[in-house]
């Protein structure tokens, strides 16, 4: 039994070893401390703006950022996303700016790991 079992566990880990990288190149990450509130009251209670953000009709907590500007080279050193410079192209290597408020939705040049990509979020 035992000698049927390994090859088998054998072929699951390198099968979820060999799993494409790109997987998570197209996921936009966001910053570590994107709001996460869930209510209009905690939302107002941190100067939030309590609306529909996207095309979801469900309203969201929109609050500005304190580090609007900063430079960054990635989201995760971002209240917000970290984006690129107006007219930069899509995989060029750049600094971004954070953004001024924790909208993620439209269409926004993002900066991951340094490098510029364009995502369109409804």
């Known amino acids: ?8 566990l054998l072929i699951a880990l390198l099968a979820a070893c060999s799993a494409p990288a790109e997987r998570d190149t197209v996921r936009p990450k966001a910053g570590p401390a994107v709001a996460s509130v869930t209510n209009e009251t905690d939302c107002l209670r941190r100067g939030g703006e309590w ?15 304190v580090d609007a500007g900063k430079a960054c080279t990635d989201s995760q050193q971002c209240q917000g996303q970290c984006l690129a410079p107006e007219g930069t192209v899509d995989s060029a290597r750049v600094q971004g700016q954070c953004s001024v ?15 510029a990509w364009t995502i369109c979020v409804d």
């Open 51 to 65: 609306k529909q953000l996207g095309r979801a009709p469900v309203p969201q907590c929109l609050l500005q950022t």
């Open 101 to 115: 408020d924790t909208n993620p939705f439209g269409c926004q040049q993002r900066v991951r790991d340094g490098v």
């Open 1 to 8: 039994m035992f000698k049927r079992i390994v090859p088998v």
